[in-house]
């Protein structure tokens, strides 16, 4: 069909990309805005996108400033690191809220399993607050997963740590990782601004 139109709603969260968190959040909003023009729902696609800001404001003036976030990806019953600034979900939005990264790590990716960094050198981090994207609980029939929730608990240099014993864990939504839309970020921004305030 030559007079197909194309409508391209990649974002770049690489590390090839200066600037993730904008690419992120400008991206969302174009793409709603792009698609409430083919479906003639120009107002309700306004209307996500003032929620999206004000969820992105309510969530960054939650956060201190200063604690220390970690971010990981849990599937297959392992955890593994997700490097701040990159990659998807979590790595952004070091930079759309000023997270201060509990652990830096040279030469990461944005691999969507998490890169290779030990649980104690997570737990030796020691973050105020743990982040988490539960990869199996998206894909149904995932052989042997475990929820994050209990891939967590069950991890013993984890249990020192002020995040895991304060509670201060937030989950992303269990669809995050097949279902990264604005509803499922304006969702998880709402979760950040109710929990992190406390």
Same mark, same amino acid.
């Given at each position: 069909?030559?007079?197909?139109?194309?409508?391209?709603?990649?974002? /770049?969260?690489?590390?090839?990309?200066?600037?993730?968190?904008?690419? *992120?959040?400008?991206?969302?909003?174009?793409?709603?805005?792009?698609?409430?023009?083919?479906? /003639?729902?120009?107002?309700?696609?306004?209307?996500?996108? +003032?929620?999206?800001?004000?969820?992105?404001?309510?969530?960054?003036?939650?956060?201190?400033?200063?604690?220390?976030?970690?971010?990981?990806?849990?599937?297959?019953? @392992?955890?593994?690191?997700?490097?701040?600034? !990159?990659? $998807?979900?979590?790595?952004?939005?070091?930079?759309?809220?000023?997270?201060?990264?509990? *652990?830096?790590?040279? @030469? !990461?990716?944005?691999?969507?399993?998490? @890169?290779?960094?030990?649980?104690?050198?997570?737990?030796?981090?020691?973050?105020?607050?743990?982040?988490?994207? /539960? $990869?199996? +609980?998206?894909?149904?029939?995932?052989?042997?997963?475990?929820?994050?929730? /209990?891939?967590?608990?069950?991890?013993?240099?984890?249990?020192?740590?002020?995040?895991?014993?304060?509670?201060?864990?937030?989950?992303?939504?269990? @669809?995050?990782?097949?279902?990264?839309?604005?509803?499922?970020?304006?969702?998880?921004?709402?979760? *950040?601004?109710?929990?992190?305030?406390?």
């Amino acid at each position: 069909m030559p007079n197909a139109v194309v409508i391209d709603l990649n974002v /770049d969260v690489s590390e090839e990309t200066a600037t993730p968190g904008e690419n *992120l959040v400008n991206g969302l909003k174009n793409s709603t805005i792009a698609l409430g023009q083919i479906f /003639d729902k120009n107002e309700e696609a306004k209307q996500v996108v +003032a929620d999206f800001d004000k969820v992105i404001e309510n969530a960054k003036s939650a956060y201190n400033g200063t604690d220390k976030v970690m971010s990981v990806i849990v599937g297959g019953g @392992d955890i593994g690191f997700s490097a701040p600034h !990159s990659g $998807r979900v979590w790595g952004p939005m070091y930079e759309i809220f000023g997270w201060a990264p509990a *652990l830096e790590v040279a @030469d !990461s990716t944005s691999d969507h399993k998490g @890169d290779e960094v030990s649980v104690e050198a997570i737990a030796q981090s020691n973050p105020d607050w743990l982040f988490v994207l /539960d $990869r199996d +609980a998206a894909i149904s029939g995932e052989e042997n997963a475990v929820p994050a929730q /209990d891939v967590i608990a069950n991890a013993p240099a984890l249990q020192k740590t002020t995040a895991v014993s304060k509670k201060q864990i937030i989950y992303a939504p269990a @669809d995050t990782y097949t279902n990264e839309s604005i509803q499922t970020y304006i969702e998880l921004f709402e979760n *950040l601004a109710n929990t992190l305030v406390k």
